[in-house]
C-alpha cells in the first residue's frame, strides 16, 4: 500500500468527538497508523453535507415549532 487516507475508525467515538489535543491516546492500533508519514486519519464527516445540515435544520425548526404550539405528540427523543 502506498498511502492510506481513513475517515472511520471502529472506536472513532473515543477520539473523534472530543477536544483530545492534550491528551495521551491509549490505543495502540490509531497511534501506530497515525505514526506512518504516509497514512492520514481524519474524523468522520459524514453527516457534513449540506443536505445532512438542510434535513437537521427542517427537524430542529419542526420540533421547536410543535414545542411552542405545546404539541409534544410524535417528537420522537423528546426528554422533558
Do not use: C, W
Not at 10 to 22: A, K, T, V
Not at 44 to 70: N, P, V, W
Request: glycine fraction near 6%; proline fraction near 2%; charge should be negative.
Amino acid at each position: 500500500v502506498g498511502s492510506l487516507g481513513i475517515d472511520v475508525y471502529e472506536q472513532e467515538e473515543h477520539l473523534f468527538f472530543h477536544d483530545r489535543s492534550g491528551d495521551i491516546i491509549e490505543d495502540d492500533t490509531i497511534q501506530r497508523l497515525m505514526s506512518f508519514p504516509n497514512v492520514l486519519v481524519t474524523a468522520h464527516q459524514a453527516f457534513f453535507t449540506k443536505e445532512a445540515l438542510d434535513q437537521i435544520a427542517e427537524t430542529t425548526y419542526y420540533h421547536l415549532a410543535k414545542l411552542s404550539e405545546g404539541n409534544t405528540e410524535n417528537l420522537p427523543g423528546l426528554l422533558v
